[in-house]
């Protein structure tokens, strides 16, 4: 049974940057100030070409390049993003994150995690650690490492094909912990839940927690659709509501799981016609969430209209709140706040839905920060897109 959607298309223009190669994950830049999560600077990573590339990128917004014309028109070519730099990138970026502001890991399809560094003053990329194959297929052979996470700015997990989990930390140059076997298939996903907890979604359809401070390599918990095997290829944590995650599966669905019940998911959302290979909880707003999709399009899921106060244990599947676990809010009576994720399937009003872009060929990865989403696809080009309002 899936949650009710309205969906809508949407007019906003793309800024658009064509660079000659299939763009795999697309990243903003942390910003340094505690005060403001404004950044002007992004990275990509490509795959399906015979030299691999991770790049980072510069892009003004309106404001600063001042492209209000004085007929009041609007040129969004004047924002495309400039090159800032570049590095050989042995093997297609699997996946990419900034473990810091100058300083970015990726993996690889050879089963190479690498860290890289950004040297702000000449503006060039370094390779300053690299840990190698430390995925590897059961002949001894480097396989694809297919996701990481990042904890701090020394903490890095990574997991693959070969469904082993590896625990590096930056300063030494071999994994400080291998999970091996950690699942008997192909791991799509990964991310981190609490300091020590990680969430990982594979190619059986599960979701597994893994708590690293434990000597045990079993999850601690499990969860799986009742009755299915479709193939999760994302996973999201809500930025504020740990027990939220998302995830995006092979057959097009979004859910959206409550790590506190037993009954998972609380919310399918029926979805895109394809795979959806990421999604995204806008970071300090997030009742907006991202998804991007193997049929060329990325949809904006808007929840800020379902109601977020309940009465009693909240509504719907979800039940529950964030006071639900004997920890009762001052001066809350039996009034307490759910996420608006969690109240869906009640039905009481639709998801606002939006189709941001529209392409033939797949979308691979999205970003959000502030207003801006940025995008990446199989078309050779990065796209940039406003979405004023959910600062």
Known sequence: ?????????????????????????????????????????????????????VCLWNLLSAEQ???????????????????????????DV????????????????????????????????????????????????????TCLTTQRDDMIVTAGEDGCINVLNVAHRKPVRTIDKANSCTINGITFLKQQEVITVDSSGQLKVFDLGHRSCDPVKTFALSGEQTPLQCVARHPTQHHIVATGAYDGVLSVWDLRQEKFPVTP???????????????TNPDHLFTCSEDGSVWHWNASSVA?????????????????????????GNVSITSPWLTLE??????????????????????????????????????AVDIPGIR
């Open 308 to 332: 977020s106060l309940v009465t009693g244990t909240g509504a719907g599947s979800g039940g529950g709140s964030l006071f639900s676990q004997g920890m009762p809010a001052s001066g809350a």
């Open 1 to 53: 049974m899936y949650a009710p959607c309205e969906f809508k298309m949407d007019d906003n223009p793309a800024i658009v940057k064509f660079v000659s190669q299939k763009i795999s994950k697309i990243r903003w830049k942390p910003n340094q100030s505690q005060y403001s999560q404004e950044t002007d600077v992004f990275a990509t990573g490509s795959w399906d070409d015979e030299d691999g590339k």
């Open 65 to 91: 390049r001042d492209i209000d014309m004085d007929d009041g028109s609007y040129d969004p070519a004047m924002r495309e993003p400039s090159l800032l730099c570049e590095i050989q990138h042995t093997g």
């Open 94 to 145: 699997t996946d990419l994150e900034f473990i810091s502001a100058d300083h970015i890991v990726s993996s690889s399809s050879t089963g190479t995690v690498t860290l890289y560094k950004h040297h702000l003053q000449s503006q060039t990329l370094g390779d300053s650690v690299s840990w190698k194959e430390i995925h590897k297929d059961a002949g001894g052979k480097g396989c694809p490492c």
């Open 269 to 283: 959302l029926e979805a895109h016609s394809a795979a959806i290979w990421e999604v995204k909880f806008h970071p």
């Open 346 to 383: 009640s039905g009481r009003q639709k998801l606002d839905v939006k189709s941001k872009l529209n392409l033939t060929l797949p979308i691979n990865t999205v970003d959000i920060i502030s207003e801006v989403l940025l995008c990446g696809s199989d078309e050779e080009a990065v796209y």
